[in-house]
């Protein structure tokens, strides 16, 4: 069976399984106050090229998204998505499990348009029963984004100046940034996205570690009594040198980026072969998810060698069907994937 | 001035204030344990044909719709109601603060078709990720809507089994349900609301009452201890009987159908007398509400001498206004109004 | 029957009432915009000699202490409150619902104690682990207490400055304030409470009025748009008025006053009553609520004839049961349950 | 340095780590849908002699807590506990964040008596106020407790008896667990713990895991959609067999029990040392916390070599400090330690 169901079907990434063995019997505070966490944050605040940055390591991605919206929102306050954002769809209710509203706004091959969020702050802020409505509060964005696509420099600038003029905090989930910065083509690098965006994180889960994601404020704006916060969400792990050394693995020789290139590398060699195969794709993405066209009957046949997601039903003899490429993922799975693949008809 | 702006702009209907002044220096018990409320439930049931209705007063419709539903919901469960529903848009969030998402589907008119409602349900169903996605566990609509539209029994048939068959509660909001009841052409009686929903309100703020919502369980399906929930979302009135005697005195000689169709009759001098001008409405309404387009000069013009409400720009030159009758509508003013208003050019 | 079971088994004043009634039929804006309840604010902000006074009107007391305690709080903050604080234990987890921890510190007569209020304060802000727990936001006292017990200005005083010292905000429950300003002895006045907290509530429910407690933030500190978190925990009442003109009329001609006056009267015409038959008291109570120690055997007879509420068990044979007198009280009341109690054995 | 002050200062096991590592680069199915998690169940069903357990993985002690609690409460249920027990005061509040109240009990030695809280469930029981109250929905427990106490068979068989009386689960909160179970003279043993709690909880990270707790339903009461419950919690773990292997590993060969009766020996020793060097314990432990009483000079002259944790003043010139011991205490450490502790004067 060759899997290509999600980055995350592995453990961690080598290098990160070598220094947790390495550093397993040295005797360290908990709740984060460890040597090893205090490096990552410093390894991270460089390479971001933000001094100032506070960082805090969690250990899940809806974690990060409900802590970090309902640390950061006020109690009237929703957080603005794309109405195909995680945090709507695919989070069970976490985020009003706080108390807060997801305001939808239909997306645009996964991402939220500047312009429709301009237009929706400023229809809310024109509306005589906005006392009323939930305020908006704080956009939410994920780069690369659900459907694998990414933002451009341009397009980030433009959210955030939006969010800017209106006072509210840009919010981007980087669950699989490591893949969305090692793109080819793409202009956003690391001090982009802490430079344009209020808070995001790195996402460790899905990047090489065994989990973790790391919170980064930019703007000295870490919400006060930020680990009590966390403590009371139960998200505070008591041996916290467990992301500290992963996070300073990642962050050690370039590794986080090289996990995303190895990723990125594999699935444009996936690409290439399932396009000349004659395939077609569901949208262009540059990232390591790429959601392709089988016909129903190709499908059933590959199902039964290799493992990938069902995206959604193209029409009654057709289905989008997304495979994902990882730190993990080996060449010669991918040349033996192509081989398998027929030529589409 | 005239006001058309709400069907709230009086205090209570003058039978209501004779027996609330009656009946003020008799010593009774709190918290509804009134004969009134016991009184009055009764002639609820009974206006229901539904023996076994469990009544419960409470006093202001968010409150209500916010209680039915975090009451009535499991914990991972959320609402299903029209994008442009009471509880979707104009609750301040109060849903999502109870920890329940509002999961939209698209209105026509202002109400949920059965159809929608049930792809949407049978998606969820199909949908392999499902276990991470909020659970459909109600379905909610208004009725009038707040388009100011009805169902027809057809429609409410349709959704209630819909919801059977899901076996998932429909909550009718009924905050304006005496104006709907009391339509010309609606087959929808207070007795099919009973048997075709599970939960639904009869409200009394916008229907000749100072403050009141009765809550009707028609399933035997009243969560346990309902009280407590109540009083631990602070909606327990210490002098229940304020609202005992305004639903007794409601459910007494008709008085909440007499009041639905004074409205109605009113809303219906007014939409004729509009048409008649030449004006188009946004929709056809058969209730106390009438969305008309106006011309933007005339607009302001009619703003001198008349209230009523904004509902949304139509084009650059005109706008959807709205104007509400109630109980308290005097023909004079409507005749008077319908004076003031300029033939459409 | 006589009722002295609590203050609010009758409805309104007959002053309100006849108000209510005056008033019934203007057109006036909802959800408290109107002139009644501006013209309410400005007679309290002057009855409290605080100009600067912010003050919201809601329905009810639990409603009120939940939405204060609520909107004042950081997320990670709890209230300090005596242990038999109406927060503490009857408000069926109000407050815990909103998310906030009571925390309880022992009581002495149903008051919290300056220095142990102090003291508290002090070892939590000495706890090496205080990260880990519910940092105190904010101290709760009511007055009259649950017992019917008063603070003095100079407990009031002295709690004040705690407050300050540690900068978090002092919340008077004033559901019985009426009551508490008009006893024989305070030294309290309605400016003391405004200058000495940062918010408190009078309460109108159990002084008079069908429903209603005034919110009064005397420091300009009422919660930016207050009104839409009210609307969020679904306690904005829609037609405002019934809660302005309410409260004009308490706070026109000194009503507020005479109704507390009244009260009390009673209840000292009942305390010396019960002295003289040798009755003992379980501590000794100044306004309108009086614990009293009973026989078992003539608490039994005594019920047939008069109604009052358990309060505890005393011993084997004896039971404290709580009287309480009203604005509605009647002296032929109070002399005839005199002369059915017989004298104490 | 020697390091006393907890149970989780060092990272895993060393079988752990081997493990992980020789499994890492197995692909898996995420969220805990693995075989390690199948086979770690499997095999704790077995130590549990309970075949029908319903068995989940949670990453942390307080995320264990605050899930289990909301997810077997009604809305309007609070937690019973012990007022020094953990849910009480160190987990910031997360308990009350979900909505529940926690309701105290004074303890005896950090313990709730089955006296204590049979009399508290009846009291609540013939309140005639229990409607406005919080109702009691569940009983917590922890063994060891926070003061390294134990419960006793029989005190476990009398608090099982009075939550079935009254019908409500009894929760044990077991983050110790193997500490407790591994002491000499302890009459309790695992399958006596899954035979009289409802839930209870085996604790992973201060007993050799990196992180991890296993929450066990032992009476087919896990609560429906509880993955979905967890998600929801923000508490769903990616890569799930993080936690199924090192959970499949504590339950191979034992040992899960070994590295508890390790802590136990190093504690006994840690515990004849300092007694026959002539102080006090706080109060008698068997586990793996030991309170001691020390000078404090001694304290400070201590504190330059050894680390241990501040527990209480007992009086002007002593502070009790606690001395924890676990899987990763070296008995060369502890004999240092005796060898630097200076005769009690």
């Known amino acids: 069976m060759i899997l290509f169901e999600s980055d995350y079907t592995e453990g961690a990434h080598p290098e990160i399984m070598k220094r947790l063995a390495e550093t397993n019997l040295e005797q360290l505070p908990g709740y984060g106050n460890d040597k090893y966490c205090a490096s990552a944050k410093e390894k991270i605040r460089s390479a971001c090229r933000c001094p100032q940055?506070?960082?805090?390591?969690?250990?899940?991605?809806?974690?990060?998204?409900?802590?970090?919206?309902?640390?950061?929102?006020?109690?009237?306050?929703?957080?603005?998505?794309?109405?195909?954002?995680?945090?709507?769809?695919?989070?069970?209710?976490?985020i009003e499990y706080t108390g807060h509203k997801v305001l939808p706004i239909p997306h645009v091959n996964g991402k939220l348009e500047p312009e429709a969020v301009r237009r929706f702050l400023e229809i809310f802020c024109a509306d005589g029963n906005r006392e009323h409505m939930v305020f908006p509060g704080m956009v939410y964005i994920s780069h690369p984004t659900e459907f694998g696509t990414l933002y451009t420099k341009h397009e980030l600038q433009a959210l955030s100046q939006v969010c800017?003029?209106?006072?509210?905090?840009?919010?981007?989930?980087?669950?699989?940034?490591?893949?969305?910065?090692?793109?080819?083509?793409?202009?956003v690098t690391l001090p982009d996205v802490a430079e344009l965006c209020d808070i995001f994180c790195i996402?460790?889960?899905?990047?090489g570690a065994l989990c973790g994601e790391a919170v980064i404020f930019t703007k000295n704006n870490m919400p006060k009594h930020f680990l009590t916060i966390v403590k009371q969400h139960g998200a505070l792990l008591a041996k916290g040198r467990l992301l500290g050394v992963q996070f300073d693995t990642l962050f050690t020789d370039d590794l986080y980026l090289r996990i995303g290139r190895h990723a990125i590398e594999m699935a444009q060699l996936l690409k290439r072969g399932i396009a000349e195969k004659g395939y077609e794709f569901l949208l262009d993405s540059p990232t390591n998810q790429q959601i392709v066209i089988l016909g129903n009957e190709?499908?059933?046949?590959?199902?039964?060698?290799?493992?990938?997601?069902?995206?959604?039903?193209?029409?009654?003899?057709?289905?989008?069907?997304?495979?994902?490429?990882?730190?993990?993922?080996?060449?010669?799975?991918?040349?033996?994937?192509?081989?398998i693949l027929p030529t589409s008809v």
């Open 53 to 94: 940055a506070e960082i805090f390591f969690l250990v899940g991605g809806t974690q990060t998204n409900l802590i970090v919206i309902d640390s950061m929102l006020k109690s009237y306050e929703g957080v603005v998505a794309a109405d195909t954002g995680h945090v709507s769809t695919h989070e069970a209710g976490a």
């Open 298 to 339: 190709t499908m059933r046949e590959l199902a039964k060698e290799v493992s990938f997601n069902f995206w959604e039903n193209v029409d009654e003899n057709h289905t989008a069907v997304r495979f994902a490429t990882s730190w993990a993922t080996k060449e010669e799975d991918v040349r033996r994937f192509l081989e």
């Open 203 to 207: 996402g460790g889960t899905k990047v």
């Open 164 to 187: 800017r003029e209106y006072q509210i905090p840009l919010f981007l989930d980087g669950a699989r940034l490591g893949y969305g910065l090692a793109c080819e083509g793409t202009d």
